[in-house]
């Protein structure tokens, strides 16, 4: 299973912040930056949606969801581990 990396998938450069919080989960990762058109990446390499699983520090998690405050210039992944 080939997952995107959060640490890779974000340039770290840009106006807009990157934030995740775990549902199940007390480890936590550190925020990135990144430009608006990079969001993108979050859609899967086949188009057909966006990613439901990633990886962080190459642990796998599926993601429950992503919000995006425009006001904030801010995106927020929210993820679980998977069992």
Same mark, same amino acid.
């Given at each position: *299973?080939?997952?995107p990396? =959060?640490?890779?998938?974000?340039?770290? @450069? !840009?106006?807009? +912040?990157?934030?995740? #919080?775990?549902? +199940?989960f +007390?480890g936590?990762?550190?925020p990135?930056?990144m430009?608006? @058109?990079?969001?993108? !990446?979050?859609?899967? #390499?086949?188009g057909? !949606?966006?990613?439901?699983? *990633?990886?962080? +520090?190459?642990?796998?998690?599926?993601?429950?969801? =992503?919000?995006?405050?425009? #006001?904030?210039? @801010?995106?927020?992944?929210?993820?679980? #581990?998977?069992?």
């Open positions: *299973m080939n997952l990396e =959060y640490h890779v998938l974000f340039s770290n @450069q !840009g106006p807009v +912040d990157v934030l995740v #919080k775990f549902e +199940d +007390d936590s990762v550190p990135r930056k430009s608006p @058109q990079e969001i993108s !990446g979050l859609i899967s #390499k086949n057909t !949606g966006f990613h439901t699983r *990633m990886t962080f +520090d190459d642990w796998p998690f599926a993601i429950c969801k =992503y919000e995006i405050n425009p #006001k904030n210039n @801010q995106l927020t992944i929210i993820a679980r #581990k998977i069992p």
